[in-house]
Nanobody, 124 residues
Framework: QEQLVESGGGLVQAGGSLRLSCAAS????????MGWFHQTPGKEREFVAG????????VYADSVKGRFTISRDNAKNTVYLQMNSLKPEDTAVYYC?????????????????WGQGTQVTVSS
C-alpha cells in the first residue's frame, strides 16, 4: 500500500509561483509513474502532468505546457510540481497519484494510489 502526502499549496497572486511536493511512503515508489491532477467543484478531476518511473518521460496538459514542470527524486520518494506564471484558472485542489503500470496515463482510472489533495488559489 502506498501513501501519498501532498504539500506546498497556498494562496498566490496571478503571475506568481508555487512548488507542490508529494511524498510517498512505500518501498516501490521508484517503479511507479506519478501524476498530478487538479479538481474544481462540480468538475471532473483532470490530468495536469505526469512523469514515468525513471523520470525520463513527462507529459503535460496543454493548459500548463511551458508553465509547469514535473520532476521526481526517487532517493527521497518525492515528486514535485513547479508551477510558474500562475493564472486564476489554475485555482483548484491538486492531487498527486501513483500508477503501478510505470507509464504516464492521462486518465484518473490509470492510477492506483492518491493523496488527500492540497488547495492552490490564484488571485487576480
Amino acid at each position: 500500500q502506498e501513501q501519498l502526502v501532498e504539500s506546498g499549496g497556498g494562496l498566490v497572486q496571478a503571475g506568481g509561483s508555487l512548488r507542490l511536493s508529494c511524498a510517498a511512503s512505500g518501498r516501490t515508489f521508484s517503479s511507479y509513474a506519478m501524476g498530478w491532477f487538479h479538481q474544481t467543484p462540480g468538475k471532473e478531476r483532470e490530468f495536469v502532468a505526469g512523469i514515468m518511473w525513471r523520470g525520463v518521460g513527462t507529459v503535460y496538459a496543454d493548459s500548463v505546457k511551458g508553465r509547469f514542470t514535473i520532476s521526481r527524486d526517487n532517493a527521497k520518494n518525492t515528486v514535485y510540481l513547479q508551477m510558474n506564471s500562475l493564472k486564476p484558472e489554475d485555482t483548484a485542489v491538486y492531487y498527486c497519484a501513483a500508477s503501478t503500470s510505470g507509464l504516464v496515463l492521462t486518465h484518473r482510472a490509470g492510477y492506483d494510489y492518491w493523496g488527500q489533495g492540497t488547495q492552490v488559489t490564484v488571485s487576480s
